[in-house]
C-alpha cells in the first residue's frame, strides 16, 4: 500500500472538498437554508477558494521538498478538473452561466487530457503553458465572482463578471490551440 505524502493528502482533500462544495451551493438553490441562500453561496465560495488554494499549495510543497510522485502527477490535475467542473456544471443548472461557454470549456479539458495520455504513452510530458496558467486563473476569478451571487445585488459586478467569463473562454480556446500546435508531433508519432 502506498504511503501518502502531504502533497497528496492535499490533493485528496481537495476532491473531498468538492461535496460539501455542492451541498451548501446546490442547498441554498434548493431551498435547504431556507432565507440563507446568500449565506449558503458564501460558504459554497469559502469553499472553493479553500479547494483552489490546496492546488496552490500541494504543488509548491511537493517541488520543494522533492515529494512529486506519480499518483500526484496523477490526480492533481485531476482533482482541479473535477473541481472547475463541478463548479460550472452547478452554476449551469443554477443559470449563472451559459451552458454553451460551460461545454466548451470542459471540452478543452478533455481534449487536452487526451492529448496528454497520448504523449505520456509515447514518453513525451507536456508543461502547462502560460495560456493554461492565464486561463486557470480566470477560470478561477470567472467561479468565484459566480458563486458570490453578488451579481444579483450590484449591476456593475454582473458586468465585470461577464468580462472576465469571456476573457476566461478566449483563453480557453487560445491555450487549447497554443497546447495542440505545440505539440502537434505528438500526433505524428502515433498509429
Keep these: 500500500m502506498m504511503k501518502m505524502n502531504l502533497p497528496n493528502k492535499l490533493t485528496l482533500f481537495r476532491v473531498v472538498l468538492i461535496i460539501p462544495f455542492l451541498l451548501f451551493l446546490l442547498g441554498g438553490e434548493w431551498g435547504w437554508f431556507g432565507e440563507n441562500v446568500f449565506l449558503a453561496n458564501i460558504i ?4 472553493f477558494i479553500i479547494a483552489s488554494l490546496t492546488d496552490l499549495l500541494d504543488g509548491k510543497i511537493a517541488r520543494k521538498y522533492n515529494l512529486v ?3 500526484g502527477k496523477f490526480m492533481d490535475p485531476l482533482a482541479d478538473k ?3 467542473s463541478s463548479a460550472l456544471i452547478a452554476l449551469t443548472y443554477m443559470g449563472r452561466i451559459p451552458v454553451l461557454i460551460v461545454i466548451i470549456i470542459i471540452s478543452r479539458e478533455f481534449i487536452i487530457s487526451g492529448f496528454r495520455l497520448i504523449a505520456a504513452d509515447n ?3 507536456i508543461a502547462a503553458s502560460y495560456f493554461g496558467k492565464f486561463k486557470t486563473t480566470f477560470q478561477m476569478i470567472m467561479v468565484c465572482m459566480m458563486l458570490s451571487g453578488l451579481q444579483f445585488m450590484y449591476g456593475g459586478f454582473k458586468l465585470t463578471q461577464d468580462i ?3 476573457i476566461a473562454l478566449v483563453l480557453t480556446v487560445v491555450s487549447l490551440v497554443d497546447y495542440l500546435v ?3 508531433d505528438v500526433l505524428k508519432d502515433t498509429k
Design 44 to 47: 459554497a465560495l469559502a469553499i
Design 69 to 71: 510522485s506519480n499518483f
Design 82 to 84: 473535477l473541481l472547475v
Design 123 to 125: 514518453g513525451i510530458v
Design 164 to 166: 472576465i467569463m469571456w
Design 182 to 184: 505545440k505539440n502537434k
